[in-house]
């Protein structure tokens, strides 16, 4: 099927923006409405997002926990597993 657009004229396409911009509506065209709804995992995101800006950068309790521990003598670093962490991390 072939569509002939040569035969819209400017004045047509002036005439139809003068109707849509007075709120007439053109009998030829369909009403067109703009609506915007949120779906449930961009409400969802949204509220994880509030969450985590919520949440602070430091959390004091486990800051206080490992402090006590290495006060006490009881933290202990494993040279083996730091070493392997190192490597994964800069594998990725």
Known sequence: MRIDLNHISLQDLT???KTR???LKNPSSPSVEDKTSLSADTQ????LQAQAMATPAIRQDKVEALRQSIQQGDYKLEADQIAHAILNQNQH
Request: a neutral charge.
């Open 15 to 17: 005439r139809e923006e």
């Open 21 to 23: 911009k007075a709120g």
């Open 44 to 47: 969802s995101i949204s509220s």
